[in-house]
């Protein structure tokens, strides 16, 4: 069944998981990265719950998630993070499992931007970031960043990717992926990129990560491109 050829990633703190119970969200199965303190959330078709360190936001989540299932992921991989019961993310979340779904389960879809990356943002920093989600906000209110080694933005891109002009780019760390995209680039690629986000709950280092998934899996060949 092609449905199994798909697997979800969800990055959780303190979320509920309500969602889970919602449809399409009822059509997969979930791998659950608990990086918070407790398991009181909903469990509905959760396969697996991997206890790992709250450090690097989702970022590290995912990059964890690749590097320790390098040589054996799924034909398709979707990341979400645990609060997709903000509207603004379930709708991306929504139409994302959709295009799965209308594609048979044998396409990821790169929701994005078609924008120069390293050019849009090559002045981005950020010294201050709260979490948006309410529940993960009562256990944990900070909000200053441990600032990026390499800043700002363009300087942090160009030390990984050098001069490739990827176009592609998301917020709210909500994306698919085939696992062709992934292992055309060798697993010490993800690895030098965890290191820049696993010593710290809140690193700047995961904001330029949210922005260069696009270029972190460039060229974005078997999986499919759409504005959104």
Known sequence: MYKNNVEIVIARYNESLLWLNEYPFTEFEYIVYNKGDNENFNKTNVKKIVQIQNVGRCDHTYLY?????????????????????????????????????????????FLGNNDNVKELH????????KCSHSE???K???????????????????YFFGNIQAKWWIFCGIFSIDKRDIIQHNINRYIRLIHTVN???NPEAAHYIERSWGAIFYPLIYTVKIQG
């Open 199 to 201: 010593t710290h709950s």
């Open 122 to 129: 090559k002045n981005f920093t950020l010294d201050e970031w």
């Open 140 to 158: 944990n209110n900070e909000s200053t960043l441990l600032k990026c080694k390499l800043r700002p933005y363009a300087k942090w891109y160009r």
């Open 65 to 109: 998630h690749i590097i320790h299932n390098y040589n054996n992921l799924s034909g398709i991989t979707v990341f979400f993070p645990g609060s997709i019961d903000i509207d603004y993310k379930k709708n991306k979340a929504i139409q994302l499992l959709n295009n799965i779904i209308n594609s048979n389960y044998k396409n990821a879809y």
């Open 136 to 138: 993960n906000f009562l």
